[in-house]
């Protein structure tokens, strides 16, 4: 079972590139969303999904844009990246309901 | 806002004590409270409340919710190295997952 697959594990970005991050689940989740975690911080939602078509903001939305095309699939797209924006992204997929959360392995990014 | 307050932020014991993670919140429309344990990587789920008074028990650990005080507690007794771990408290309400800052865990042996 593959569960949640975020790719790529590492990146070193330098300041103004762009990239996205890939995050596929093959679980049939409706809901899926991207966090950042900080040391300190916790896991800070940046943006969320409740199904294909539909997303919305979380708590530090800012400098990052995201589309859910289909079920399977929520990239995550910096346009325009800052050392503001080093940090691990963890995407996390559930079921509609009262459900648990799956998480992926994570993707460490770093903007130099 | 829906918000998690966890405390202690860090917590270091001995080998064998018991502990006790606190974690209060603030929702709008409240779904369920989780509980997830991370070590080296992802979060990895432990314990999901939504009624109060229940208490959910896996081995060593232990949880329960007050929905009037809006507090949760996670419980580890007869700590091992094992246990240590960022414990992160999560909140299910208006559609979205919000964290807390999480509680390191640390165990001397």
């Known amino acids: 079972n593959a569960g949640v697959t975020q790719t790529p594990k590492f990146q070193v970005l330098k300041t103004g590139q762009s990239m996205t991050l890939q995050c596929a689940q093959d679980?049939?989740?409706?809901?899926m969303s991207w966090y950042r975690q900080d040391p300190g911080m916790g896991l800070r939602l940046i943006h969320y999904s409740v199904g294909a078509g539909i997303t919305d903001q979380g708590e530090v939305p800012n400098g990052y844009n995201v589309s859910r095309s289909t079920t399977e699939d929520f990239p995550l797209r910096l346009l325009s990246a800052a050392p503001s924006q080093t940090s691990v992204y963890f995407c996390?997929?559930?079921?509609?309901?009262?459900?648990?959360?799956?998480f992926g392995q994570g993707t460490r990014l770093t903007v130099v | 806002e829906d918000k998690v307050v966890q405390s202690p932020l860090s917590l270091v014991v001995h080998e064998g004590d018991t502990v006790t993670l606190n974690c209060s919140y603030e929702?709008?429309?409240?779904?369920?409270l989780l509980w997830y344990k991370q070590e080296k990587k992802a979060p990895t789920f432990l314990f999901m409340l939504t009624s109060s008074g229940i208490e959910k028990k896996s081995g060593r650990l232990s949880s329960i919710l007050d929905k009037k005080e809006l507090f949760s507690i996670l419980n580890i007794t007869a700590t091992q190295t094992g246990d240590s771990a960022v414990y992160l408290c999560?909140?299910?309400?208006?559609?979205?997952?919000?964290f807390g800052t999480g509680t390191r865990l640390t165990i001397i042996p």
């Open positions: 996390a997929s559930r079921k509609a309901g009262n459900t648990e959360a799956f």
């Open positions: 929702v709008t429309n409240f779904r369920s």
């Open positions: 679980m049939n989740h409706e809901y």
């Open positions: 999560g909140l299910f309400g208006n559609e979205k997952l919000t």
